[in-house]
């Protein structure tokens, strides 16, 4: 059929199965949201800046495991995309992001709200066009949805100049991808896998290493299997977690900077890692030259480029983790899980000598303990989104996570400001689950104006605020390694986040005690609105154990022994 | 890793010839912080191709992660890096007309190349050699005052 740009642009979005879009309109991009306005097949999401429209595109697509697509205009809307962008992309979640344009005859004139876009986003995105005519549309949006969610995903940027979008064309969506030059490998080396199988059988002290990976690749279940099958523990990254149930027996604990203690003492012991989806990024690693010293590696990508990027694998298998992990389960029967009895005993020693805990010692509430409480009282009900800084790592260490796409948080690009957005976005995915968003009071003011669309919209996200009057991670690394030098970090002066909260028409708690707190969640989750919990916490509490940057696993910070709890 | 060596390597890149493709390829040697010594691209003749030849640097292990990200990027064909090149390079230099033609014009044929141009004021040569052999080249013709040399950066084809 012969339509507009801006009307293969919807027909696209529909054939695609795009049922949330979340934006914010502008002079280039004008005639899409006017054909936006004449269609109901999909529901667009106004957010009140633009990069909130892409982490919440971010949060949908993590939570729902579909393509999140955001709408921007040029010029500033781009820009203000782009740390989304680039937050999408370090952590490979599969977006589609339409920026209007100037014209054509415009480009390069330094028009009004004209910037290079395509050129700022090559080096934040998997993939990026600009279209030149309107015929070329239904052939790029079909490549830019397969390039977002296929291989590694990753987010895709499209720009269409507003000529583009009012030129008419064939429209014929049925067109084939012909992408000689884009073909992921996804079925695993049968060779590869059965000599990784063979060397899990002879290790010892083998250990699963889990990524985020896993769960962009839906292997959860799989991989589940497979660590009960073979008896061998596992560690999470952050990204991964919920991979494993909190409760899973075989499931160590998250590793890294703030891993828990056995974790990383795990990861130092193994005589094998068995790495499915994990880049062994250096928040993980600490110390390369130190890094599981004396261990074989298996390491199952479905991007070749990570595996022996940074530690050489002995065992590179590229492909998709489902596909091989389910090959893997085929080969693993003559493997005896009582094999690595001594092995778990090893490790549960390690927990046991230094589990992950905090001293309740002061009057105030410590942050920890607001992360368990939630845990207790919503457990699976929730779907957890974070910030930035300590409350996310007291969430990753705390809170017990018992499914995969339960926690949504920005881990590579640590990204202030995602939580709430990102949250909202996990709403509009899963809205039978209750959208938390553990944030601090810092990285809330970075996004605080979504309160509008979070009420407009009815995605009733409960953001708890672990309120320390710091910025507190960075308050922790002066405390630390610059002699308490706590340089423009001490935020004392604060809004009034419950007047704040009202005055955009959500609901505000203020919280100081353990009672008020389990009120105020009981509240919030009742009232169905919007709502800020600001829970005054210890001020000083520091996110530990911790690895310095640079530093072993094995040579953590821990916290100093106390009698209780 | 540090420590492992840093060697001189050339890589062939196919891709395909569309618009922006070769910032995608040079933004990625920048963003990671890959050295490009000279860099050559054109079209291959009765395709939709380009081949580009980049000479780099680097450890066997950030080589292999070159040659791995740039075949990350989708209009990426194929990437090819061999050992076993053939590799040429041309240079041009230009010379005050009252150096010696004939002198310049022997050491242009012991280095494959003549004398292309000679105008009133200058003369203008060519070389077609080894990048290595072009470096002697250049270092032989120092005492002919060349008043400006220009390189194509190197070309090669796997045998």
């Known amino acids: ?565 | 890793m540090m420590t492992e060596n840093s060697e001189r390597r050339v890589v062939s890149v196919i891709v395909v010839n569309e618009s922006s493709v070769l910032s995608r390829i040079t933004d990625l040697f920048s963003a990671r912080g890959y050295n490009i010594t000279s860099l050559t691209v054109a079209p291959i003749p009765e395709s939709k191709y380009s081949r580009l030849t980049i000479v780099t640097s680097g450890s066997v292990r950030v080589i292999e992660q070159i040659t791995k990200q740039l075949h990350k990027l989708i209009p990426v064909y194929r990437v090819y890096e061999h050992a076993d090149l053939v590799e040429k390079e041309m240079a041009l230099i230009k010379f005050p007309v009252t150096e010696s033609i004939t002198d310049i014009s022997t050491l242009c044929e012991a280095y494959n190349g003549k004398i292309v141009n000679v105008g009133e004021n200058v003369i203008i040569a060519m070389v077609a050699d080894e990048p290595k052999r072009v470096d002697n080249f250049l270092k032989v013709i120092q005492r002919y005052n060349p008043k400006e040399i220009v390189r194509s950066g190197a070309v090669a084809l796997e045998r």
């Open chain 1, 1 to 565: 059929m012969q339509i507009n740009g801006a009307q293969m642009v919807i027909e696209a979005l529909i054939e695609e199965g795009v049922e949330t879009v979340f934006g914010y309109p502008g002079g280039a991009i004008m005639n899409v949201y006017d054909e936006i306005y004449k269609q109901d097949k999909f529901h667009h999401i106004l957010t009140r800046h633009e990069q909130a429209a892409v982490h919440a595109a971010e949060g949908y697509s993590k939570a729902s495991g579909k393509v999140g697509v955001a709408m921007i205009t040029s010029g500033p809307g781009f820009t203000n995309a782009v740390t989304g962008l680039a937050d999408a992309y370090m952590d490979s979640i599969p977006l589609v992001v339409i920026s209007g344009q100037v014209p054509m005859s415009l480009i390069g004139t330094d028009a009004f709200q004209e910037i290079d876009a395509v050129g700022i986003s090559r080096s934040c995105t998997k993939h990026n066009y600009l279209v030149t005519k309107a015929a070329d549309l239904p052939r790029v949006l079909k490549e830019a949805f397969y390039i977002a969610s296929s291989g590694r995903p990753g987010p895709v940027h499209v720009d269409i100049p507003k000529d583009v979008t009012a030129e008419i064309a064939e429209f014929d969506y049925s067109v084939e991808l012909e992408l000689e030059t884009y073909k992921p490998h996804t079925k695993g080396n049968p060779r590869q896998i059965k000599k990784a199988i063979e060397a899990m059988s002879k290790a010892k002290r083998p250990l699963f290493y889990l990524g985020g990976g896993v769960i962009n690749s839906n292997a959860a279940n799989e991989v589940r299997e497979l660590v009960s099958k073979t008896g061998i523990p596992a560690v999470e990254t952050f990204m991964a977690r919920g991979t494993l149930s909190h409760d899973d027996e075989l499931l160590v604990g998250m590793l890294g900077m703030h891993g828990s203690y056995a974790s990383n003492m795990a990861m130092s012991e193994t005589d094998l890692v068995i790495a499915l989806g994990a880049r062994f990024d250096d928040r993980v690693t600490g110390k390369l030259s130190e890094f599981a010293k004396n261990a074989g590696v298996i390491h199952v990508d479905i991007d070749p480029a990570s595996i022996s990027k940074l530690i050489n694998a002995d065992y590179p298998i590229v492909g998709d983790v489902k596909n091989v992990v389910t090959d893997m389960l085929n080969l693993v029967d003559n493997i005896d899980a009582k094999k690595y009895a001594q092995w778990r005993e090893t490790i549960g020693k390690f927990d046991e000598l230094h589990p992950l805990m905090y001293h309740e010692d002061t009057d105030r509430i410590k942050p920890q303990w607001v992360v368990e409480r939630v845990g207790e009282l919503l457990g699976d009900k929730a779907n957890i989104s974070t910030d930035v800084g300590q409350h996310q790592m007291w969430t990753a260490q705390f809170y017990p996570f018992s499914r995969a796409r339960q926690f949504i948080s920005s881990g590579g690009l640590g990204t202030m400001g995602f939580g709430f957005p990102a949250a909202m976005g996990v709403k509009a995915a899963s809205p039978d689950k209750v959208s938390i968003n553990f944030t601090g009071d810092g990285s809330i003011l970075m996004n605080v104006q979504e309160l509008m669309t979070a009420v407009e919209k009815k995605l009733p996200v409960i953001n708890i605020i672990l309120n320390n009057n710091y910025l507190g991670m960075v308050r922790q690394w002066q405390t630390l390694f610059y002699d308490k030098r706590h340089s423009e970090t001490d935020l004392s002066v604060q809004p009034d986040f419950v007047k704040l909260a009202e005055a955009f028409g959500g609901a505000g708690y203020r919280v100081s005690t353990k009672e008020e707190f389990d009120a105020a969640l009981k509240d919030a989750v009742e009232k169905n609105v919007v709502t800020f919990i600001d829970v005054t916490v210890e001020r000083l509490e520091n996110v530990l154990p911790m690895v310095p940057a640079g530093g072993s696993l094995f040579n953590m910070m821990l916290l100093a022994k106390k009698g209780d709890k």
